[in-house]
């Protein structure tokens, strides 16, 4: 597949309503383009294993994915266990059953709050720099001269961004999820007098495995939307540098919503 | 046949024709420089031989092959054939120089790690840069970086190679070695060349013919003597125009 890509028309708009029609049809190719980055990416993740320096690449997108993002993890999901805890507690409290805080607190987490917030910072930290990057390569013309040398540029830069992205975005949900507890507890304990080890028998006797899997197959998706819309959005970059400005804009908006949209969907699947 | 071909090649971007109608060829083991103002289309021309992009209409040949319309495996073919030197040189960043010039190999070929050493070694030598191997691109100058993708460009044996703007923004000096080793590539290789250049006085030094591009059409096509002594309205134009650059 060909990543550089040609404006769609050769001429100008005729008149206004086909103008309207023209940005009606390009915004259909651009979902058309992302399903593809998204497909060929997918199918091309065996070759990071095959190729030449794959495994290394891999490795290099796993340390930037997993290991560079964890300082930011680990604050955003403290606080958001701390808060949760908080908001809980104090409504807890009103109804003398503060020994519900840890159910509370842990199935906000696992079911919403710890995917939620591991892909919100991944789309922070991960796909705006995916963008970023992709963009920068595009308009300095070094995604053409992949083009040329006959390496597709999906199965080189989209393939090991977006397998790293899918297998960190799981295992820093569930860190988060750990994290965010600890935080709640820390809450609990000195805001509101829960003792710790009740805190954590009563989470761990909500969690449920079911929970688990749900929370963890969000956040796998998330790290898929996050790796494509960040790559569609990188290798459409156009317009040197103002135009990498805007789609790392865009590829964060972009996530951000559709992990809204999809966090809703998954849920509405899983739970009725 | 000529190796590459042109025919009344038309490209529109968004209803104005960038390339209005372009029809040239170029020999085997020729040096074609193509000059003219700045936004003429020059790039978008050497973009159509590989594909990069495609013509509204009209046709592109390389070596017979009409490169709009054959299936992958003969663009992959005429791609491997045709080094591309961008304006920038575009390396990759996260790269050291001997790296980038391995990648095509690593990537697209069978070759062990010493084959590969060993083409590399050469490719970095024919463009004396061998000092620089284990350099990444942001260390080195502009000129090296050109160099760096002039090395990526021949490295898997092409036999055409395209230039885009090799010398703008280089120092005289450093433009003439460059200019040096598109002339030593062309004699000693027989590498086929296309060079976009502002240079005219040096294009005129080396160039086989010269091509002047001109509100997207060819203005004139003509060996250097008589592209000088042409008396076409748009080279007389364009000769006065650059005046202050020849000698
Ligand atoms: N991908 C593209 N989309 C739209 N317009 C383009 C594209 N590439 C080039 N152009 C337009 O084509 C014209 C010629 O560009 P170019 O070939 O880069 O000029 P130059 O002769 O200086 O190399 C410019 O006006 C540019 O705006
Ligand atoms: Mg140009």
Known sequence: MTVVREPIWDDAP????????????????????????????????????VRRNGRSDLMRQLYVTGIRTLPVMTVVSMFMGMILALQVGLELRR?????????????????????????????????SAIAAELGTMKVNDEIAALEIMSIPPLRFLAAPRVMALVLMAPLLAFYCCVVGAIGGGVVGATQLGVDFEQYMASAMSIAEIKDLYVGLLKATVFGLVIGTVSVSEGLGTTMGATGVGKSTQRSVIVSFLLILIFGYMITRICYR | MALIEFHNVVKKFGGNAVLDGVT??????????????SGTGKSVTLKHLVRLLTPTSGRVLVDGVDVAECDER??????????????????????????NVALPLRECTSLTEEEIDERVKKALESVELASAADKYPAEISGGMQKRAGLARAIVR?????????????????????????????????????VVVTHDLQSALGFADRILLLKDGRVAACDTPEKFTQSTNRDVVEFLAAMKGTLK
């Open chain 2, 74 to 99: 003969s663009l992959a073919a005429i791609r491997r054939r045709v080094g591309y030197l961008f304006q920038g040189g575009a390396l990759l960043a996260w790269m050291t120089v001997a790296e």
């Open chain 2, 157 to 193: 044996d092409s036999d055409i190679v395209l230039y885009d703007e090799p010398t703008s923004g280089l120092d005289p000096v450093t433009a003439t070695t460059i200019h040096r080793l598109i002339i030593k590539l062309n004699k000693s290789l027989g590498i086929t060349s």
């Open chain 1, 14 to 49: 005729s008149s206004r309503a086909q103008g309207v029609v023209r940005h009606f049809l390009k915004f259909l190719a651009s979902l058309g383009w992302a399903a593809r980055i998204m497909t060929e990416s997918l199918a091309a993740f065996p070759s990071v294993a």
């Open chain 1, 95 to 127: 109804f003398n059953q503060e020994i519900y805080l840890g159910a509370a607190v842990m199935i906000s987490l696992i079911r919403e709050m710890g995917p939620f917030s591991c892909g919100m910072c991944l789309a922070a930290c991960v796909g």
């Open chain 2, 24 to 37: 040239f060829s170029v020999e085997k083991g020729e040096v074609l420089c193509v000059v003219g103002p």
